[in-house]
């Protein structure tokens, strides 16, 4: 629930800037920021997920699947970052 309502937040406050900066400035690549910021927050907490399943003793056993979720995770958070710079060139 906590989640949901802060996506909600972030997409609000990121199209508020969008606006604001539309008013100030007529260039693409500040239109971008704002999902950015969105898709480095799911790469870094598909770091601290993983990191808390490397830390917590009683999750030894499950480091392999952590490892492959992480690893699938964050290569899609990254395809979508390279698809967002590719957008802007």
Same mark, same amino acid.
Do not use: C, K, W
């Given at each position: 629930?906590?989640?949901?309502?802060?996506?909600?937040?972030?997409?609000?406050?990121?199209?508020?800037?969008?606006?604001?900066?539309?008013? *100030?400035?007529?260039?693409?690549?500040?239109?971008?920021?704002?999902?950015?910021?969105?898709?480095?927050?799911?790469?870094?907490?598909?770091?601290?997920?993983?990191?808390?399943?490397?830390?917590?003793?009683?999750? *030894?056993?499950?480091?392999?699947?952590?490892?492959?979720?992480?690893?699938?995770?964050?290569?899609?958070?990254?395809?979508?970052?390279?698809?967002?710079?590719?957008?802007?060139?």
């Amino acid at each position: 629930m906590i989640n949901a309502i802060g996506t909600v937040a972030a997409a609000a406050t990121g199209a508020a800037q969008v606006s604001n900066q539309l008013q *100030h400035y007529d260039t693409d690549t500040e239109h971008s920021q704002p999902l950015m910021a969105i898709l480095f927050g799911g790469l870094v907490q598909d770091f601290v997920v993983f990191q808390t399943a490397l830390n917590d003793p009683n999750r *030894h056993g499950d480091i392999p699947a952590a490892a492959n979720a992480f690893r699938h995770s964050a290569a899609l958070n990254a395809s979508y970052l390279t698809y967002v710079g590719a957008s802007q060139a």
